[in-house]
């Protein structure tokens, strides 16, 4: 451990190498966590099936790459499938629940979370599968430090996405129709605001956040029918820390989390990558639990 | 009256009920004339795509012994048949499903599941029940420790796997006039039984040579992402590197090796065929060493498939979404024909001299060599040390088998 702090001292450059890594990492990891967020805030819903529609997305451009589409043209269409795949399933699913206590919800969405896993496993097999972009590696300081350009692509990419995300909610009618149901649906059920769509437009949308994000997975890492579930773990963890309906502070704790993660597995071996995470998280929790007792305190 | 009439159509099912299961318990493992074999498998979760070029290699020797007129048993001919079982990647699963296929199905006669993992469950139950199995796909060290008398693998022990590449390491760096003892290796290693038992096995060769390790990285469970460990090696330039992590750790490590420009003189890990590093890595692939248990250029042959070169092509013949037969699949086929040799030696369905059968097995198949030791494990089957040359799998080492010599050191991958 400390021969390994030793070396980030002697030879500072692999500090720019794992802030690179965290960075573009957490980057495709904030897109999961904003749908997230985005569908927890607005409908309460807490979607289980968040990993598996990245999977999904990540299948549809392994699927286009095998017909000659390039993976990053793949991004419009995947997205514009997993649209329509999210309206479907908001209709036919998430509507039911979404009036009905947690635990239905979470039920209704884990066996989501199943049927997507057994049907990509029935239609792709069980192969780990990647797409491989073509794109090269970018060398910095004389090829000691290397990234490869489809991270960075990404990682312009998901900025790109996050403030058109941000400008859709905060400029367009749906977007505020979206952010008034947010409020108090009750409210903007009165003020004319028909939150059945904006529900369904909510759920979409995360659908095709995540299709986008799956496809940049595919190209960065790897995809399998059972591999979901990281992704939905981690998108929790991040919108857990940040704390609820903090769509900013998603952004921030995605990409803490990712330059923390690289840094533990530096440091303390990357056994430990996870275990930081989820100590941190925890720690988190405590800390918050603390903050909300004292104002409390101060109320009475 | 009425109750009495229905208590007594009550009471006729229940024991026709009885009586049917009676006569499938006696069998069901032998139906006609038919041998039925028992497995759990992975056919869903995390194991399964090697389940099923497991479950395709069990397959592919019953149409073999099927075709030649099958199994002779007191001048009887019978056919072998496998009943599968799903059992998910999970090991508690595979000790249910088992339990299911000994007690309700009937079945005396089992083949393993795949990985160590859900064989470590199984081993229980079938020494419980004492039912035979031949397995294949459970490397582990620690299934031959526990005194296990009923169960019977073919394949070498995991922690065989990556002991060659280490041992290679030492040869060549004396070779190059360096010592042995001045070279660094770096490990990443899953957390799951396997893996590290390979890990284990390494380590004691890395001690034995007074090798220095200087990463030792478990990689992240869940998560396809290993560059921290990267970084870690790049930084270090240690002089070997050893992975092993099932398909996701060999293809996570292949890629992020490659686009971090990551390299070693000696760079080995599992699991190159099930990743399809010659098909989907080519390139970056290049000059890796890989263990593998079996090699269609190997030696070995019997009367059923003929040389391992002959079972090659007919596999792929008759399996042509497969680029290349994975060992997983080669070693499936010979447990099914150890059963085979055994239930002609036997003559006999009792599960008792069947396994007394099964422990004086001493054959040679296209696969190998098979032995067992009193503990069961293969002993008589040596691992094999092959290098990605041009896209190809040659064997390099040990060099009594190797058909060409190694690329050292390995360049890097452009």
């Known amino acids: ?300 | 009256m009425k109750h009495r009439l229905q208590f007594k159509r009550v009471g006729c099912v229940a024991a026709s009920a009885v009586a049917l299961a009676f006569a499938t318990m006696a069998q069901a493992k032998v139906e006609g004339d038919t041998i039925i074999l028992g497995s759990a498998i992975s056919i869903t979760g995390k194991y399964s795509q090697e389940g099923k070029n497991a479950s395709d290699g069990y397959n592919f020797a019953v149409d073999a012994i099927n075709a030649k007129g099958g199994v002779k048993v007191g001048g009887k001919s019978y056919k072998l048949k496998v009943q599968y079982y799903d059992d998910e990647s999970t090991p508690a699963r595979t000790a249910q499903l088992l339990e299911r296929i000994i007690n309700q199905d009937g079945i005396k006669f089992t083949l393993g599941p795949y990985a160590s993992g859900p064989t470590k469950a199984a081993l229980p139950v079938i020494e419980k029940y004492k039912i035979p199995m031949v397995e294949a796909e459970g490397a582990s060290r620690s299934l031959f420790t526990q005194g296990y008398k009923y169960v019977f693998a073919v394949l070498s022990t995991s922690d065989q796997y990556l002991a060659p590449a280490v041992d290679l390491a030492a040869e060549l760096a004396a070779k190059n006039g360096k010592k042995a003892s001045d070279l660094k290796v770096a490990l990443s290693f899953e957390n799951d039984p396997f893996s590290l038992d390979v890990r284990a096995g390494a380590v004691d060769k890395i001690k034995e040579h007074g090798m220095k390790i200087v990463v030792d990285d478990k990689m992240p469970r869940d998560l396809s992402d290993i560059s921290a460990t990267m970084t870690k090696i790049k930084a270090l330039k240690p002089d070997v590197i050893l992975v092993s992590g099932h398909t996701k750790g060999a293809t996570t490590a292949v890629r992020q090796a490659k686009e971090m420009g990551v390299n070693a003189p000696i760079v080995a890990m599992t699991h190159c065929e099930s990743a399809k590093f010659t098909t989907k890595f080519a390139g970056a692939s290049e000059g890796i060493l890989c263990p593998t248990q079996w090699a269609e250029t190997l030696t070995y042959k019997d009367s059923l498939f003929g040389t391992a070169k002959d079972y090659y092509n007919a596999f792929l013949k008759a399996h042509p979404e497969y680029k290349i037969v994975p060992y997983q699949t080669a070693q499936a086929s010979a447990a099914v024909q150890v059963w085979a040799d055994a239930f002609e030696r036997a003559q006999s369905f009792d599960t008792e001299k069947l396994r007394d059968a099964l422990a004086k097995t001493q054959m040679q198949t296209f696969y190998g060599n098979i032995k067992f030791s009193p503990a069961g494990n293969n002993v008589e089957k040596p691992m094999v040390l092959r290098q990605i040359q041009g896209d190809k799998y040659v064997v390099v080492a040990p060099t009594k088998y190797a058909s060409d010599p190694v690329v050292y050191p390995r360049k890097a991958p452009k």
Not at chain 1, 45 to 62: F, R
Not at chain 1, 85 to 90: H, S, T
């Open chain 1, 1 to 300: 451990m400390w021969d390994n702090l030793q070396i980030l001292g002697v030879a500072p450059i692999f500090n720019v190498q794992l802030i690179l890594n965290g960075v573009t990492v957490a980057a495709v990891f904030c897109l999961v966590a904003y749908g997230l967020a985005l569908v927890w805030g607005v409908t309460s819903v807490k979607n289980l099936s968040q990993g598996d529609l990245v999977m999904m997305g990540g299948y549809g451009a392994w699927e286009l790459a095998r017909h000659g589409v390039h993976p990053i043209l793949a991004l419009i269409p995947v997205s514009a499938i997993m649209f329509a795949f999210g309206w479907i399933i908001y209709k036919l699913i998430i509507r039911r629940v979404i009036q009905l206590d947690l635990f239905t919800s979470l039920l209704a969405t884990f066996g989501l979370a199943i049927t997507i896993q057994q049907s990509l496993n029935l239609a792709f097999g069980p192969d780990v599968r990647t797409v491989e972009s073509g794109f090269g590696q970018i060398k910095l300081f004389g090829g000691m430090i290397e990234i490869t350009q489809i991270k960075v692509i990404a990682f312009g990419l998901c900025v790109l996405l996050a403030i058109a995300m941000v400008l859709f909610l905060k400029k367009s009618r749906m977007g505020q129709a979206i952010r008034a149901t947010a409020q108090d649906p009750r409210a903007a059920r009165v003020l004319g605001v028909d939150t059945d769509l904006v529900y369904a437009m909510t759920f979409s949308i995360n659908a095709a956040i995540c299709g986008a994000a799956g496809v940049l997975i595919a190209m960065i890492w790897v995809i399998q029918p059972f591999y979901g579930i990281a992704y939905s773990v981690r998108a929790f963890v991040i919108v857990t820390a940040a704390g609820l309906g903090n769509l900013p502070g998603v952004i921030v704790t995605a990409l803490g989390l990712g330059v923390l993660e690289q840094y533990s597995g530096f440091v303390i071996g990357a056994q430990f990558q996870q275990a930081t995470i989820v100590g941190l998280l925890l720690a988190i929790l405590i800390w918050r639990q603390m903050t909300l007792l004292r104002q409390r305190k101060s109320l009475q």
